[in-house]
């Protein structure tokens, strides 16, 4: 075996006290998130969760229910760079990546685009060509964009968050099921309740401007690679075998079940046990339970199965039939299974 095909040495595990310490962290951020986006707490655990697990996340609803504003926050409390890219039918894959301009010396030099930042915000992602979207999909599975050749490195933080309008069709271009499977969790933001939709008017009275955020009062929470410390974290969250075999048993009953007619990949598999590490640290323990894995199963898989044709005109959505396999899994007895 070669140095390079050489196993990298396990982490260590996280101590009690390490775990509370990364999930106060991991707290502070989801509170600065929940005093802006209102009444969207689930998404929001989803999308830290999936964050911390070095996923993308693919956020769907129907627009004024701050999808942007859930993303931007975030770089605020995380003192990550924010940008925001409108998808379009006529945007090009440079328009995206960057291009290669010739200086006055005649040398070439790499422009940058919008992609080279932290948390980028693809907004309406499947308004964009197929030709656009398979330069996202590299940058995504691959971490780097090649441009005529040669490949950039995006930085260590860079996460893709993409929304979509789940009732708009027009002019849109379906998301292939090779795209889907990049996005770690798809997060789903309904409307609020009254008396949260009663509060934004509140805070909107009080001098909250969307499009301001200045007048969030978001502080920054976290230091210097303070993501890096948490997503190390996570890596270290325990999980006994018997939790693995539960999530293999989750996703592999996917595949076999009369509702679907496309089950989840192996990179569902992956997904599920690295967002349940990050659900495990939230929730400052240092191993991994069952109810982790339930909890973000739907995050994980919904985007990854097909409903049957037939089901899905009488109102059958992914979430049910997922919902029956999880009732007929079994999962594994004792804390930390």
Do not use: C, W
């Amino acid at each position: 075996m070669t140095p390079e095909s050489a196993p990298l040495p396990p982490l260590l595990p996280l101590s009690a006290d390490e775990a509370r310490a990364h999930a106060e962290s991991a707290r502070a951020v989801a509170e600065q998130l929940g005093r802006v986006v209102l009444g969207q707490d689930r998404a929001i655990h989803e999308a830290l969760a999936a964050l911390l697990a070095r996923g993308h996340v693919l956020l769907e609803g129907v627009p004024g229910t701050a999808k942007t504003l859930l993303v931007r926050t975030l770089g605020l409390a995380l003192g990550l760079e924010f940008r925001r890219i409108q998808f379009t039918p006529d945007l090009m894959p440079s328009d995206i990546t960057g291009v290669n301009l010739l200086g006055a010396g005649g040398q070439f030099t790499f422009r940058p685009g919008p992609l080279f930042g932290d948390l980028v915000l693809a907004d309406e992602i499947n308004r964009a060509p197929a030709k656009t979207q398979a330069a996202l999909l590299e940058a995504m599975q691959e971490r780097r964009v090649t441009v005529d050749g040669v490949s950039h490195p995006l930085g260590e933080a860079f996460t893709v968050f993409a929304t979509q309008n789940p009732i708009e069709f027009e002019g849109t271009y379906p998301l292939p099921e090779a795209e889907l499977d990049r996005f770690l969790a798809k997060v789903l933001l309904g409307f609020p309740e009254a008396e949260v939709e009663q509060g934004i008017l509140a805070r909107v009275l009080g001098g909250f401007e969307a499009d301001d955020p200045g007048s969030y009062g978001v502080r920054r929470v976290l230091e210097a690679g303070g993501l890096q410390a948490l997503r190390t974290a996570v890596r270290r969250v325990r999980v006994e075998p018997g939790l693995t075999a539960y999530i293999t048993s989750i996703v592999r009953a996917t595949r076999s079940a009369p509702t679907l007619t496309m089950g989840a990949s192996p990179r569902a598999s992956v997904a599920l046990l690295k967002v349940a590490q990050a659900a495990a640290l939230m929730d400052g323990r240092g191993f991994v339970v069952p109810d982790d894995v339930k909890a973000f199963a739907f995050a994980v898989l919904r985007h990854r199965v097909a409903v049957a044709p037939e089901l899905e005109l009488e109102g059958v959505a992914a979430d049910a039939a997922l919902q029956a396999i999880l009732d007929k899994v079994p999962a594994p007895r004792g804390a930390g299974a």
